[in-house]
């Protein structure tokens, strides 16, 4: 069984930043391509960033240029940094792992999921 734990979640003003942390119970080093997702009230949940095995970034287009994600495989552990924060980026942010290489931000495509963390973008 594989758990997904996220942290770092919290509340902050518009131009500000986060940064939110995804620690996984398994080794991700060599098979897991990791993602963040998110959802705000009333939408579907969004994929915002995937980060591969090797630590190549995609990012869908509302937050380029203003986040970023890494991982650190040696504590199984993936970041998204969130900067320049809106109003609109307030949501709950899901990390995702899926054993194989990621083809896309497609919800359906990952294996685990963590609760969630809220963050929350006041202007």
């Known amino acids: 069984q594989v758990q997904v734990v996220e942290s770092g979640g919290g509340s902050v003003q518009a131009g500000g930043s986060l940064r939110l942390s995804c620690k996984v119970s398994?080794?991700?080093?060599?098979?897991?391509?990791m993602a963040w997702f998110r959802q705000a009230p009333e939408n579907e949940r969004e994929g915002v960033a995937i980060i591969s095995r090797i630590g190549i970034t995609y990012f869908t287009d509302s937050v380029k240029g203003r986040f970023t994600a890494s991982r650190d495989n040696a504590v199984n552990t993936v970041y998204l940094q969130m900067n320049s924060l809106r109003p609109d980026d307030t949501a709950i942010y899901y990390c995702?792992?899926?054993?194989?290489?990621?083809?896309?931000?497609?919800?359906?495509?990952?294996?685990?999921w963590g609760q969630g963390t809220q963050v929350t973008v006041s202007s």
């Open positions: 398994v080794s991700i080093g060599s098979k897991y391509c």
């Open positions: 995702a792992a899926k054993r194989r290489a990621c083809s896309g931000l497609d919800f359906a495509d990952f294996d685990y």
